[in-house]
């Protein structure tokens, strides 16, 4: 299999980061990065300082490629945190085009939403560790070692691959949610210059998003 480009690489590697103040996007944002950052909401379901910081992100990046006033964003700010991903396979009746193929139109959108959170949460995994790696505790040092060959050999080696998948998505996604190809992107200084995008330098902003780890620690 063809392997990776560094701009590839670098592409992935920001569609599954935090998006935080802490690590804000290095290249310029589009589509995929507005449904990262859905993925992201949902993900933070229970933090809501962290899941308004997401929206706020989502709502400038939606506005600066010119679809806020699209259904699919309409739909994505009646949804509550933990509940988005589900939502967006019912957009195609909310848009009055192609009802005719509205069912086969959401089951398209079922599968690929689903495949990129499976991708998503296979590469972001190891933040939901707690103290030690999994599988860290088994006392068979045989089974333990080969546990950890899976989890950080076998796995970390082929997921580069498989995770190109994201880009392909992302370019289907984009026309069945849209109903047209959206190719624009943006640059975080224009975001958060023109379009309201929290700053990643604030220190309010980074404050803000970090206090409920704090009372989590306390």
Known sequence: MQSQTRFEQVRISQLLSLYSPQEPPRLSL????????????????????????????AASLAEALSFKNHPLHRLVEMSPPGNIYLQLPNLPYRIGAHLVDAKDRKAA????????????????????????????????????????????TALQGQYANFARLLLVIDIVLADLLLGASNNDEVTLPELVGQ????????????KDFLVEDERGRA
Request: aromatic letters at 16%.
């Open 30 to 57: 589009d589509f995929g990065d507005y449904l990262s950052m859905l993925w992201r909401i949902d993900q933070t379901a229970s933090q809501p300082n962290k899941a308004r910081y997401y929206r706020r992100c």
């Open 109 to 152: 959108i079922a599968q690929l939403i689903g495949m990129r959170d499976h991708i998503l949460y296979l590469g972001t995994y190891q933040e939901k560790w707690g103290v030690s790696w999994p599988g860290s505790g088994i006392l068979d040092t045989e089974v333990r070692e080969r546990v950890f060959a899976v989890l950080f």
């Open 195 to 206: 379009f309201g995008y929290p700053n990643p330098a604030s220190s309010a902003v980074q």
